[in-house]
């Protein structure tokens, strides 16, 4: 996957802060958006390939890391930061239900669940032999979920679980399982491009394909195929950018921001 041309790592974490960034000004338009009808398509546009995009950068960010705990733990920081943002803006703001409901988001949680999934799984491959391997990926998957399942049926009858494993425990987080089962794969068949594109192929058409059909290009879903687009012109090498703590740092930052301004104005 190494080659000199294409897009590095801190390129294209810097296309997915571009693209998150823009598709949170519905917290800065709120309840406006609506009546710009080209930048609420843009905002609806850049949305889909994101999530994913932070997933396949976090499998290769695990891979080139020395020290996989300490990763794991400063996911869990960030989730806890975030989680805490949120809970200063509901609490100190008199902000309406559905504005409220805007912040769902934690990056953080889904990231770290699929950061867990591949520590999970290169343990259990380090107990097993090579003609075992599928057996630790059948594993992994149906313990991610497994967990993601229990907790958002549990949610739905008791929101104390829900408000645990969405603010304090990262269980109920964005996409799961989906996007953290999506990052266990990109890093168990990190070596063969052709599989990653496939499996990037396989998560984002269906939906893409659905809402080409209901809606044309006038549709927002179709826009995650950017991500296999993405992949295909990563060059595999970290590249020049940010300090590597700078998005947990904007992610809460950019957000509040917008929060704030919206709230005053």
């Not at 990056?107 to 669940?113: E, H, L, T």
């Not at 006038?218 to 970290?238: D, E, K």
């Amino acid at each position: 996957m190494n080659t000199t041309k294409g897009l590095s790592g801190n390129q294209l974490k810097i296309i997915g802060i571009v693209l998150m960034t823009i598709n949170h000004l519905d917290l800065l338009f709120y309840p406006n958006l609506e009546h710009i009808p080209w930048l609420n398509f843009l905002v609806l546009f850049a949305g889909p390939a994101v999530a994913p995009l932070f997933i396949f950068l976090s499998s290769e960010g695990y891979y080139y890391t020395r020290n996989k705990q300490k990763y794991l733990f400063t996911l869990l920081l960030g989730f806890w930061g975030m989680s805490l943002v949120k809970f200063l803006l509901t609490h100190l703001l008199n902000l309406s239900v559905d504005y409220e409901n805007l912040l769902f988001m934690n990056i953080f949680g889904g990231i770290f669940q699929a950061v867990l999934a591949m520590y999970l799984y290169d343990s259990i491959v380090k107990h097993f032999k090579e003609k075992k391997r599928i057996i630790a990926i059948l594993l992994i998957c149906l313990l991610v979920l497994l967990l993601s399942s229990l907790f958002w049926m549990s949610s739905v009858s008791n929101p104390m679980y829900l408000k645990i494993g969405m603010d304090i425990v990262p269980v109920v987080v964005e996409g799961a399982p989906i996007l953290p089962l999506m990052g266990l794969l990109f890093h168990i068949f990190r070596n063969n491009k052709k599989i990653i594109l496939l499996i990037a192929l396989l998560f984002v058409l269906p939906n893409s394909i659905i809402d080409l059909l209901s809606n044309g290009l006038s549709g927002s879903m179709w826009s995650a195929l950017l991500l296999p687009l993405f992949i295909l012109f990563y060059n595999g090498q970290r590249g020049n950018g940010p300090n590597k703590y700078f998005f947990y740092i904007y992610y809460p930052l950019h957000i509040a921001f917008f929060v704030l301004i919206n709230y005053v104005s």
